[in-house]
């Protein structure tokens, strides 16, 4: 049952170029979509969301797109660092029934900048 | 800033143990998760945990599975007789009562589990 799959397991770009990180989901009930960032031996740590409403969010170096029709998102990183060097998760936001939320995550796609 | 604390890092057990992860959500947080991530996949919920009991389980989260909030600070699982394959990294995670889904987590960073 993959809701949320990330096809791309690594990627590599040079500093200062633009990073694209892609994710696919099928559930057309998801609310909101988040990028995690995870470092080794530490726990994944919230990036940037996007409400399921809207087709784009930016903080910073950070852009989230989101194509509902497509059922895609990705996030654009500009410009990449080598401190971008991580893994990333996109993960969607589903309700519970006791009315609290669940993530489920893709299997990351870990990214690579190049000095 | 505030952290969610998870102990031990490292936890190597005989298959058919218990082992008890340990976590210690940030202090005004109400709500509680446990999701784990096997080696090379996704991360996958578990538990979440509210008001002294369990609001959401995952179907990984069977009979040898166990929340509990002993005191005011910590937040454990407990795993009664480990599997090979519960070898994983499991985070604890905890957010804020009023939190919704456009506002991430706040994960600890993790123990890992290697069942022997």
């Known amino acids: 049952d993959q809701q949320v799959k990330q096809n791309s397991p690594s990627l590599s770009v040079q500093e200062g170029r633009i990073s694209i990180l892609n994710c696919d989901y099928t559930?057309?009930?998801?609310?909101?979509f988040l990028w995690y960032k995870k470092y080794p031996a530490e726990g994944p740590t919230f990036l940037i969301s996007?409400?399921?409403?809207?087709d784009k969010n930016e903080d910073g170096r950070f852009t989230v797109f989101l194509n509902k029709s497509a059922k895609h998102l990705s996030l654009h990183i500009v410009p990449s660092q080598p401190g971008d060097s991580a893994v990333y998760f996109c993960a969607a936001s589903a309700v519970t029934s006791s009315g609290t939320y669940k993530y489920i995550f893709g299997t990351g796609t870990r990214l690579k900048v190049l000095a | 800033e505030p952290e969610v604390t998870q102990t031990p890092s490292h936890q190597v057990t005989q298959m058919g143990q218990e082992v008890i992860l340990r976590c210690v959500p940030i202090?005004?947080?109400?709500?509680f998760y446990w999701y784990r991530q096997i080696l090379g996949q996704k991360v996958e919920f578990l538990v979440s945990f509210y008001n002294n009991e369990i609001s959401e389980k995952s179907e990984i989260f069977d009979d040898q599975f166990s929340v509990e909030r002993p005191d005011g600070s910590n937040f454990t699982l407990k795993i009664r007789s480990t599997k090979l394959e519960d070898s994983a990294m499991y985070f604890c995670?905890?957010?804020?009562?009023?939190?919704?889904?456009?506002?991430?987590?706040?994960f600890g960073s993790g123990t890992r589990l290697t069942v022997v």
């Open positions: 202090s005004n947080h109400l709500y």
């Open positions: 995670a905890s957010s804020e009562i009023r939190i919704w889904g456009a506002y991430g987590y706040t």
């Open positions: 559930n057309s009930m998801f609310d909101y």
């Open positions: 996007i409400s399921s409403i809207k």
